[in-house]
């Protein structure tokens, strides 16, 4: 049986609710390690495979926590001897796997932006950055699995696009009970959830924000109420990330994506988000009543066609234990006995 390293990064939902979705299919298929860092170990750590890694995101400290993991990853490798490491935005494992001469399985939504066809009119130093940043959780990788919330075209061999699963239950068409759901990645959504309460919305927010917002309604970050509340709900505002818009398109909700300035990657998604008509994407500082405005008229309108758009793309749950199923026949006959030569396997 094929020996998986599973390796999640921590910022965010995105990537611990897909790893989520396919992980009975993994364990039941694999001899499975998975390593969650961060905020992946919360909604994970509960699995019998699961292990807490040290978390590496971008900011101060990130160097040291990226030299510790590289070290701490090549014992976790040597003592497992996997087959394949998996890696979902997860930057130390990666290079600690072409260390040791182990095949690589990149996932990630980050990737499309140097792995697939997008439109022209994003700013090209902004792409180049995400690139450069996307590179360094992927790029010794045999294959990769691109997340997106609509379907692209990738430009590079040994690339599949996929989209999230939808681990909601979906309620009987039609019935929305008069809310606007709001999650934040960073919990930097205040301003923009009190202004919507100000209009008279009732706002459920999902998060631990610095203070409770004027009027609004604050619920513990809990997967499963989220899951329950989403389905329900008329609109969402939230990040500009890339697995709650792939939600919202597929449940035929309005979203109104933020972003702060300075931060490459949600501008670009929130760009991409409008151009696939899933809702609006603006920065933070740019929210005023206008745009409120057109936000609430887009509640009840159709959208059905976006919701049948994303649908038709094959989900993760089908596309990354095909590769892991590709990638494992040939590794499993031919992996280099040396690159795991002086390896502890006295511990995990």
Not at 122 to 134: C, D, G, K, T, W
Not at 223 to 241: D, I, M, Q, Y
């Amino acid at each position: 049986m094929p020996r998986i390293s599973y390796f999640v990064h921590g910022r965010g939902r995105g990537h611990a609710v897909r790893t989520r979705a396919i992980l009975p299919r993994l364990a039941n298929e694999n001899l499975l390690r998975l390593y969650c860092a961060g905020r992946a170990y919360d909604l994970l750590g509960e699995h019998p495979a699961a292990e807490e890694v040290l978390t590496c995101s971008p900011g101060r400290g990130m160097a040291r926590a990226f030299a510790l993991r590289l070290r701490a990853d090549r014992q976790r490798l040597r003592a497992f001897k996997p087959h394949l490491v998996v890696s979902d935005g997860d930057g130390p494992s990666v290079n600690a796997a072409w260390s040791l001469g182990v095949p690589v399985l990149a996932v990630g939504h980050g990737l499309v932006f140097r792995h697939a066809h997008l439109p022209r009119h994003l700013s090209v130093l902004a792409r180049l950055r995400e690139m450069a940043n996307a590179s360094s959780s992927s790029w010794p990788a045999l294959r990769r699995v691109l997340v997106h919330f609509t379907p692209i075209t990738p430009v590079t061999p040994g690339t599949m696009v996929a989209r999230p699963d939808l681990d909601v239950s979906l309620e009987p068409k039609g019935r929305r009970d008069d809310f606007v759901l709001a999650y934040f990645r960073d919990d930097d959504g205040i301003e923009a959830v009190e202004r919507l309460a100000s209009r008279g919305h009732r706002v459920l927010l999902f998060g631990r924000p610095t203070r409770h917002p004027r009027g609004v309604e604050v619920l513990e970050p809990s997967r499963e109420a989220f899951a329950r509340a989403l389905p329900r709900c008329r609109a969402v505002v939230g990040s500009a990330g890339n697995h709650l818009p792939a939600e919202c398109a597929m449940l035929g909700l309005p979203m109104l994506a933020l972003h702060r300035d300075g931060d490459f990657e949600q501008t670009m998604n929130a760009r991409l988000i409008e151009e696939a008509g899933i809702g609006f994407g603006v920065a933070f500082r740019e929210l005023d009543d206008g745009l409120l405005r057109r936000f609430e008229h887009e509640f009840d309108r159709d959208r059905s066609a976006i919701a049948e758009r994303t649908f038709s793309m094959r989900p993760v749950s089908e596309v990354i234990p095909a590769a892991i199923q590709e990638l494992c026949r040939p590794a499993a006959r031919s992996l280099r006995p040396s690159a795991y030569a002086g390896a502890d396997t006295s511990s995990r």
